[in-house]
């Protein structure tokens, strides 16, 4: 049975104030401003609260490391650091992945682990978090790589460049419509004044495998100059990248 018939309703702007188990069953209460609403009862309940570092019990104190909310501060080479504000780098101890909290993505990860190795073995590495994609496996799929658009323009006052902003639809895409997924967009941010990528939003069927090609254009530097005259197969879900670059430089097609 398709887990939609299944549904009996969703609850917006509500407080999930207890979970009590009956027999078999979980009873949920749902209140608004301390008044009981309604109860849903069900056959499960999954808690999904977010998640922590597990650095709890490892020392860290007596070796002079402080931690903020658990997480451990690291440098650029993934050296830990005595604290988050102005701390000293602490000898032949690296620290990567979730623990460090900069980017809690198991590719981060794994990128933060070889970047370790390298200054271990003593090659000089940095990762670049602004190239490191990210992807949500809803429907539709959802990814990105870089800042949020907000972000992009505070670093742009910040720094004192102009951003510009370039979007592609799905609906003008004949692969997504074939797919009957004709809904979705992708968004490019970039530097006006040397073209560079910044940021990649993209809303859409396989988004999160979408996004890898401008991932790539973040970490190299590459311009929607450049990446507009790249030839992208048709028909496929690429276009819409392929015309959100030839809109950065007013080539649009559609």
Not at 73 to 79: K, Q
Not at 176 to 202: C, F, P, R, W
Not at 237 to 247: N, Q, T, Y
Request: net charge negative; aromatic share 4%.
């Amino acid at each position: 049975m398709p887990i939609q018939s299944e549904y009996t309703g969703t609850f917006h702007t509500t407080i999930l104030c207890s979970v009590e188990q009956c027999t078999h069953d979980y009873l949920l209460f749902f209140l608004i401003v301390r008044e009981h609403v309604e109860t849903l009862e069900v056959d499960a309940c999954m808690v999904a609260t977010g998640r922590v570092p597990a650095t709890q019990g490892m020392g860290l104190e007596d070796s002079g490391i402080e931690t903020m909310r658990g997480f451990v501060a690291v440098d650029e080479n993934m050296r830990v650091l005595t604290k988050h504000e102005d701390g000293e780098v602490v000898p032949n101890v690296w620290c990567i992945g979730d623990a460090n909290g900069k980017m809690m993505l198991a590719h981060a990860a794994s990128a933060q682990g070889i970047s370790a190795i390298e200054n271990i073995v003593g090659r000089e590495h940095a990762v670049n978090h602004d190239a490191i994609p990210a992807a949500c496996f809803t429907h539709p799929e959802i990814a990105m790589v870089g800042p949020t658009e907000e972000q992009a323009i505070e670093r742009a006052e910040k720094e004192g460049w102009t951003l510009g902003k370039s979007t592609g639809s799905f609906r003008a895409n004949s692969k997504a419509l074939a797919e009957l997924e004709g809904n979705g967009m992708a968004k490019v941010l970039y530097n006006k004044d040397t073209g560079k990528v910044v940021a990649v939003h993209i809303i859409g069927i396989h988004a999160a495998d979408l996004i890898q090609e401008c991932s790539n254009a973040v970490a190299a530097g590459t311009t929607v100059q450049e990446l507009s005259m790249m030839v992208h197969t048709h028909p496929t879900l690429c276009e819409v990248l392929d015309e959100a670059f030839k809109g950065a430089v007013g080539m649009s097609a559609h």
